[in-house]
């Protein structure tokens, strides 16, 4: 069993609905956790990063994380054909070894 | 501030030959991670550098190694190419006291 888990897709979902994306882990030790959007043929970039459990808004994107369920949410609000990509999320524990732990990703499809 | 650069893009290699790939870090970044990326197994982590040392080793073969240099740059070298390295390698560069890792566009490695 891997030590994250994301469903990946495809997901398809008309222009300006409200995309939820999800991961779940098993390890308890994570405390730090991302979202990265990639687009095809490109690296990942940063779009949120939280600390421990509760809520993070910015923009259209809210992140989400649920440390008593082990179960992380990246929302997306008015969701624009532009953001059609693979979302990653990625989580890491305390002792700072700069090793990211990434789901496999969920590819969107924001249609017009 | 300029991004995460990483030379060459795109590489053709034959099996058995070897490679070394580079990754300049975000300007004051001094940590440096490299990541595998390939459909199957997703982003998987390789190694991280601070202060040119390797701190922290995923689970990769030691064909894979890599160095840092004093200015923070970094690379990484594959001996032995098998057609199993084909994927895109990916750096990260961030800051010791922060967990946010900033990606580069990736090299494209094609093993034939």
């Known amino acids: 069993q891997k030590e994250v888990e994301q469903d990946p897709g495809p997901l398809s979902v008309p222009e300006g609905a409200i995309v939820s994306l999800n991961c779940t882990y098993s390890n308890s030790a994570f405390q730090y956790f991302m979202w990265y959007r990639q687009y095809s043929r490109k690296g990942p970039e940063l779009l949120m990063y939280t600390y421990s459990s509760g809520n993070k808004e910015d923009g259209r994107f809210t992140a989400q994380v649920d440390k008593s369920s082990k179960y992380i949410s990246l929302f997306i609000r008015d969701s624009q054909p532009s953001d059609s990509a693979t979302y990653l999320c990625?989580?890491?524990?305390?002792?700072?070894?700069?090793?990211?732990?990434f789901g496999q990703g969920t590819t969107l499809q924001v249609k017009p | 501030k300029a991004g995460v650069t990483q030379t060459p893009r795109y590489l053709i290699k034959t099996r058995g030959q070897q490679v070394t790939l580079s990754c300049s870090p975000i300007?004051?970044?001094?940590?440096v991670s490299w990541y595998q990326q390939t459909p199957g197994q997703g982003l998987q982590f390789l190694f991280e550098y601070f202060s040119e040392t390797q701190r922290n080793k995923g689970n990769f073969p030691g064909r894979f190694s890599g160095r840092q240099f004093s200015n923070s740059r970094s690379e990484m070298n594959v001996s032995t190419l098998e057609l199993g390295d084909s994927a895109l390698y990916l750096c990260?560069?961030?800051?010791?006291?922060?967990?946010?890792?900033?990606f580069g566009p990736g090299t494209r490695l094609t093993v034939t």
């Open positions: 300007s004051g970044h001094r940590s």
């Open positions: 990625a989580m890491e524990g305390s002792s700072n070894t700069g090793k990211l732990i």
């Open positions: 990260a560069s961030r800051q010791v006291t922060s967990y946010e890792q900033y």
